[in-house]
């Protein structure tokens, strides 16, 4: 087990801080939620644009729900509080000796990440969502930029995002799961054979637009980076 602590200290290393003023702002930024809030918008948009009744919308609307519940609550309600492991901003042998940005330590216990869990959640319940493999790219991409904003800030280790993702994995899955029995209650199939849309019936064009807010998001967060 010591073994394994100080090769999750030494990764960590290689991810936490850095000389640059520019890269601490982009972190800081990049790891707010209110940051992207733009996207979260996005994703309502595509699935309010293609989805033909109020209960497929609301269907999607309460999965999400469901995916932050199970991924939000398990995490900090219940596995940080019993393993009670701290986060590396607070353990006391590490603790002086990492990279803090602007005193940003957060809350004493990190395991597992929150940050992993629930972006990676609702990037693959999307991805099984949408079915499209650029929109599946970006969505992985933006969780995985999360989760280095969250070593690079020092409040978490590689194993609190790794078992993050795991469990963020899973969650999504399993309400995608549940999503498709619900669905093909109320319908047949969904199968679209068209170029302008994805099998499940998602617009090519409304998915470019998700795309188009990720990217403007990124630099917007980038320009603020550079003047913060």
């Not at 850095?18 to 996207?39: C, E, H, Q, R």
């Not at 209650?185 to 969904?190: C, W």
């Amino acid at each position: 087990m010591q073994t394994l602590i100080e090769i999750d200290r030494s990764i960590l290393d290689l991810f936490n801080g850095s000389d640059s003023l520019f890269v601490d702002n982009l972190a800081v930024i990049l790891t707010s939620g209110l940051t992207w809030i733009p996207l979260y918008l996005s994703l309502l948009y595509i699935v309010i644009k293609n989805n033909e009744t109020m209960k497929q919308i609301m269907l999607v609307v309460g999965c999400v729900c469901l995916c932050m519940l199970i991924s939000d609550g398990v995490v900090d309600y219940i596995v940080k509080p019993m393993v009670g492991r701290l986060r590396p901003s607070h353990d006391p042998v590490i603790k002086y000796s990492i990279d803090i940005v602007n005193g940003i330590r957060d809350t004493k216990y990190g395991f597992f990440s929150a940050h992993a869990s629930n972006t990676f959640c609702i990037a693959v319940f999307f991805s099984l969502l949408v079915r499209n493999a650029k929109f599946v790219v970006a969505m992985i991409s933006w969780s995985l930029l999360n989760c280095w904003t969250r070593m690079y800030l020092g409040v978490h280790y590689p194993s609190d995002i790794f078992v993050g993702l795991l469990w963020g994995g899973l969650v999504g899955a399993f309400v995608y799961y549940i999503y498709i029995k619900s669905y093909f209650r109320m319908h047949s199939d969904f199968n679209y054979i068209s170029s302008k849309y994805t099998s499940t019936g998602y617009n090519q064009m409304d998915i470019d637009i998700v795309l188009l807010v990720l990217v403007l998001t990124l630099l917007y967060a980038v320009i603020m980076a550079l003047f913060f």
